[in-house]
């Protein structure tokens, strides 16, 4: 008995001392400071970026992977100033630099200041918004930043959103932790209202019932990958997937969208849902929403819009035009860390229809308990983070008329480098911009006027030939450019271009608020140096 009182006495003792050091509480206000100043100290030198600091670390993946191949758990706990010390030389030194005003090549970009700030406030309080019990007033906020993009998305009047905006038991929509789950929920409510029951008996037995062949999802080949992926994980399998292709501007073609519709229907097809894009990941074009939708009412099918790119438009009166149609939308995605300029992560999935998350609401005992004003009955997650203040604290702090400036300078970026490739001999433009997204490629001009030549003779061998050594061209100037460190720009493939095959392009995404004109400029100098230093070593 004498030996465990001992050994509990040792145990709340060493507890004892691991709360004093690492749990704030009544009198730690210094530690907590100083622990916070070596952060911000930490984050501030990262994000000066230093001269001489490549953006993407001059360090190879195999070394790197050895910076992190240690298989044993730390057994005792280390200071502070020696993780701080470890993060510094082994994780922040070999980040990518993404606010470097040469990177522009992934939609990832550099977020405001005050972020920073608010992930500390969310991180400090550290709310679950499943339930009311641990998500007191952040419930509530998440309630009021979901009706505000809402109103932006559907426009129902005013009346609607002051009674709607925090009555229990009506769920406009989910804070999500990205668009894929985003689309996940959209596609797995559509389910739910297409395949009644499906949810308490199951896919096999009420598709059987159903009468149906088989079920498809209609979307054009710009979508994004977790269209495929949300189709496997609620079991229709990929191969449910059809991608309509597109014209010249990368938009869907509504004369073969209606042409599958009806082939679909005839052959007795269930059509899960059609999908528009409003800002395609690779080209960042816009689907004709409203014509879209004409469709989708006639034929009574779901519509859903993947707005994850450009849905922040609808911040603007001016920009939100563009997205004419997607009020019409039965369920909308988008991502707060793209266009709003958000820190990763953050989405939202929004529904037209109040009642179409009731369809999979789900309660528990302990949580989550019917009539209860907990959020996390009709969310896919379960235990979340207080991410909503991220987009709350933004729209206080920037308001509409600050993202609108935001957008139009993205947009500016975009008209600037649209410009530069037009008037330049040595690139060709491979897309027509509607937002941030540009696609190009490097083609000495004499390749580009040998090219034309053979298109006018229809040598389609010729021609294949030519792009297939543009192709190798660009894949390795893109490699180059990145392994430099200088500048950042990524790449695809499209095969929406005049050519017969598809071409490797060069992908710009101009949402880097630090990036100048004269950046623009630099970036297509070093490209046209390394494209004809590439086409010289291969002869």
Known sequence: MEQKKWVDSQVAAGVDALSRKFFVGPGDDERFKKWGEQAMELALDWLKNP??????????????????AETRLPEEGLSIEEVFAECKTMILDNSVRINNPRYIGHMTTVVPWFSVVVDILITSINQN???????LASSFVERQTIAWIHSLVFKKPKHYYD????????????????????????????????????????FFKVFADSGYKDVKILVSRRMHYSI????????????????????????????????????????????????????????????????????????????HVDAAWGGALLLSE??????????????????????????????????????????????????????????????????????A????????????????????????????????????????????PELCILTYRFIPNRVKLELSEVMKRGDTERENQINERINEVNVELQKRQRERGESFISRTMLESTPYQAEIVVLRAVLTNLLTKSVFLEEILEEQRRLGFEIIAELG
């Open 318 to 387: 001016e920009l939100g035009a563009r997205l004419k149609g997607i009020e019409r939308a039965d369920s909308v995605v988008l991502d707060g860390h793209k266009l709003f300029y958000l820190p990763m992560n953050h989405s939202m999935v929004l529904f037209k229809n109040e009642d179409s998350l009731n369809r999979w609401r789900h309660n528990a005992k302990y949580i989550i308990r019917k009539g209860s004003v907990d959020i996390g009955q009709t969310s896919l997650e379960g235990s979340r983070r207080f991410n």
């Open 129 to 135: 918004q499943v339930k009311i019990e641990t998500a």
């Open 228 to 303: 495929t992926k949300s189709a496997a994980l609620l079991g229709f399998g990929e191969e449910s997937v059809e991608q309509i292709p597109v014209d010249h501007n990368n938009r869907i073609r509504l004369d073969l969208l209606q042409a599958k519709i009806n082939e679909l229907k005839a052959a007795n097809v269930l059509i899960l849902a059609v999908i528009g894009i409003a800002g395609t990941t690779e080209t960042g074009n816009i689907d004709p929403l409203d014509k879209i939708a004409e469709i989708c009412e006639r034929e009574a099918i779901w519509y």
């Open 163 to 202: 009674k709607v905006i925090q009555e229990r038991g009506v769920t406009l929509g989910n804070m999500t932790s990205g668009g894929t789950v985003g689309n996940l929920t959209a596609l797995a409510a559509a389910r739910e209202t297409r395949l009644p029951g499906i949810r308490q008996q199951g």
């Open 389 to 432: 203040l991220k987009l709350w604290f933004s729209l206080k702090m920037l308001g509409r008329s600050g993202y609108h400036l935001l957008l139009k300078k993205s947009l500016h970026l975009t008209d600037l480098l649209t410009a530069l490739l037009d008037k330049d001999p040595d690139f060709e433009r491979c897309s027509n």
């Open 51 to 68: 001269e001489g600091k490549k953006i993407h670390a001059d360090i190879s993946l195999q070394d790197l992977a050895k910076l992190f």
